[in-house]
């Protein structure tokens, strides 16, 4: 198949956003389609540009920037987003291309207008990949009320879903969301689950054993760390378990929080606490080898259910998980009945530190924590299995169109034939 797959997130960036659609890319290479993925660039000084990586054309159009800015200038730079990549694609290469699916990636919920041109001009079936949903989750967090601005974006996220055919949420929680989408004759809802593709492998630029944590058990969160997650609870748990000279706390990453928890972790002396920036997303396999238990933290305040891309590569890893989430998240039954960890529901610091202190002791009495976690990994959350999801829906609607064609020209040969000579 040819498929157009949109985002606002790719390498060289290194979000989990753009990890998963690296990975999902490769995979949808390797199974034999050819792939284009379509992205916003602010730094380009034409309108487009084209390259290969690892066998996907990545084609970046020019666009305004939606990146490190301020919350209204992104909001409106997103907004005109899907316009400009619109008229700009038409200016590239690739503008007559005839697609057999289109492929687009949420966040950012913008994208719409964008991936509608390209079914349209194609004739071709939509599938919507939803990794959170906004603005309800903003809600949630009490970071806003349900006025007009959250009427925009609600607006926005739902025209969004009317373009599509196909919408994969990443948990089963998030299916009672759509409800009323799913009445429209000719839409799918399907749980699409996080993805993650081989581990690189290349080693790691954080050596532990060279750091004031060597020698202890370490609890490793490598990732965002931002409002959405809650880390403050993360470094509670640090300073609860200070008095224990076997175990150390190891925060990799970046985010809107990662400089205040960094700054107060030195203020409180916790010298158990280790604070590095990010790093290469092919560098975590080897760090997290180096390190005992995965940390998960999602903000409590959370209504909507959400398995963030560190839990997968915590399991592809093999290292068992300790998890602060929102009560009611499917993560934490998944937890629970295949039995990669401990979680907490109830947000409070005494139950995460008796968590913590159980699995510090199950670590060494349960040799088949390693084999649970790659086992659950491998069963549910490969990139091979999230393209052949993906390709199956948009497949489905391919055969039809080609039946639908066959038939048209099989009646028109057979009008031909009934069609007496003079």
Not at 122 to 147: H, N, Q, T
Not at 152 to 165: E, L, N, P, W
Not at 307 to 319: A, C, R, V
Request: net charge positive; glycine share 8%.
């Amino acid at each position: 198949m040819r498929i157009a797959l949109i985002a606002d997130t790719f390498p060289p960036f290194r979000t989990s956003g753009a990890v998963q659609l690296r990975d999902l890319s490769r995979e949808l290479v390797r199974q034999g389609h050819e792939l284009t993925v379509l992205l916003p660039s602010a730094e380009l000084k034409q309108a487009w540009s084209l390259e290969t990586m690892d066998g996907v054309e990545v084609l970046r159009l020019a666009a305004p920037r939606i990146k490190d800015i301020s919350y209204l200038r992104r909001t409106i730079g997103e907004f005109l987003m899907p316009f400009a990549m619109k008229r700009n694609f038409r200016k590239s290469p690739l503008a007559n291309v005839k697609w057999d699916g289109v492929v687009w990636y949420a966040p950012s919920i913008f994208h719409g207008p964008f991936a509608k041109a390209l079914k349209r001009a194609s004739e071709c079936k939509g599938y919507l990949i939803i990794r959170d949903i906004f603005p309800e989750w903003a809600v949630d967090m009490g970071l806003m009320g349900r006025g007009l601005p959250y009427r925009f974006f609600d607006m926005v996220a739902r025209y969004q879903y009317s373009v599509a055919d196909t919408i994969g949420v990443q948990t089963p929680g998030n299916l009672t969301y759509f409800k009323d989408w799913t009445t429209r004759p000719g839409r799918s809802l399907e749980v699409l689950q996080n993805w993650l593709g081989p581990a690189a492998g290349i080693g790691c630029s954080i050596n532990v054993s060279k750091t004031s944590l060597h020698g202890r058990k370490v609890f490793v969160y490598a990732g965002n760390m931002g409002i959405a997650q809650g880390m403050d609870i993360l470094l509670d748990l640090a300073a609860r378990l200070r008095s224990r000279s076997d175990v150390g706390f190891l925060f990799v990453g970046r985010g809107s929080d990662a400089k205040r928890l960094a700054a107060e972790s030195v203020a409180r002396g916790l010298d158990n606490v280790l604070f590095r920036d990010e790093i290469h997303p092919d560098e975590i396999p080897d760090l997290y080898a180096q390190c005992h238990v995965g940390l998960v933290a999602l903000d409590c305040r959370h209504k909507s259910h959400n398995i963030p891309g560190k839990f997968l590569t915590y399991m592809q890893s093999g290292l068992p998980v300790l998890a602060n989430i929102n009560r009611g998240n499917d993560l934490a039954e998944l937890i629970r009945s295949e039995e990669v960890g401990a979680v907490s529901e109830d947000n409070s610091l005494d139950t995460l530190a008796e968590l913590a202190e159980d699995l510090i002791a199950r670590l060494d009495s349960d040799a088949a924590f390693k084999s649970r976690c790659k086992a659950l990994f491998s069963r549910q959350f490969s990139a091979e299995a999230a393209a052949q999801q993906v390709v199956a829906a948009l497949g489905v609607h391919q055969k039809e169109t080609q039946r639908q064609s066959a038939s048209a020209a099989k009646s028109n040969e057979e009008s031909k034939l009934s069609i007496p000579r003079v």
